[in-house]
């Protein structure tokens, strides 16, 4: 997630918007900086439009939630698409211990436990109001992206009254929940998919919580043997 790049003038922008020109969508993401220099608030259509349109790119073919966009509850209409990828920040929110967190800079000489042992991004369908989820921009818990475009291994609810306030684990999640976005899932039975830092896709069965920490952190020491 990008807080803050070009100066201030991107404020909450994704670094899925940001992968577009190399998904062959650059005329896109040039239709999202011009709506950025009209007005920096991400949640004002016009001009951003494009925060409805969904890329085929960023969603699981087995979510059906996601393969279009949604209207959201509320007075003013908000109409908004999803990511099922997101990266993966680490432990949590707070930690910054992970490779894509808010404003983060990570290099791969950064990634002392190794490219193939580091979590990148990880499987999550959008949140069951479809607040949390989009690819375009958005603020996420405590607007530092977490559960938005990036999640921790180990988030807690912080505060909201409906969830358990325990951390979050790798598990089989349901879309009628509304706990559920705080933690890695997909519709695959019985795991997710997850890139590592090296660029190699994994299928991760629910069974491997209990190394995903590990994995997620970038410079921990521990080098969990990873079996998919």
């Not at 494009?50 to 969603?59: A, G, I, L, P, Q």
């Not at 999550?124 to 479809?130: E, G, I, L, V």
């Not at 684990?169 to 706990?179: A, N, V, W, Y």
Request: hydrophobic residues 35%; contains cysteine.
């Amino acid at each position: 997630m990008c807080k803050t790049i070009f100066d201030g003038k991107l404020p909450y922008l994704s670094w899925n918007s940001l992968l577009l020109p190399y998904l062959e969508q650059n005329n896109l993401l040039q239709d999202i900086y011009q709506a950025f220099e009209k007005d920096t608030s991400f949640l004002k259509v016009p001009p951003h439009i494009n925060r409805s349109t969904v890329v085929k790119n960023f969603v699981c073919p087995g979510d059906s939630h996601s393969s279009q966009s949604h209207k959201l509850n509320g007075p003013d209409g908000q109409v908004v698409a999803f990511t099922n990828y997101l990266g993966v920040e680490g432990t949590n929110q707070f930690d910054h211990d992970g490779i894509l967190f808010v404003d983060s800079s990570v290099r791969s000489s950064d990634i002392t436990d190794g490219l193939s042992s580091t979590l990148l991004v990880g499987e999550r369908p959008p949140s069951q109001d479809y607040t949390l989820g989009w690819w375009y921009a958005g603020w996420g818990i405590n607007q530092a992206g977490s559960a938005e475009m990036v999640l921790g291994v180990r988030e807690m609810p912080e505060n909201l009254l409906d969830c358990p306030p325990i951390p979050a684990k790798f598990k089989m999640g349901t879309f009628e929940s509304p706990c559920e976005f705080l933690h890695f899932w997909s519709y695959h039975p019985g795991g997710s998919n997850f890139l590592f830092a090296d660029g190699s896709v994994r299928f991760l069965t629910y069974e491997a919580d209990a190394i995903l920490p590990a994995l997620a952190t970038k410079a921990s020491g521990d080098i969990p043997e990873v079996q998919s």
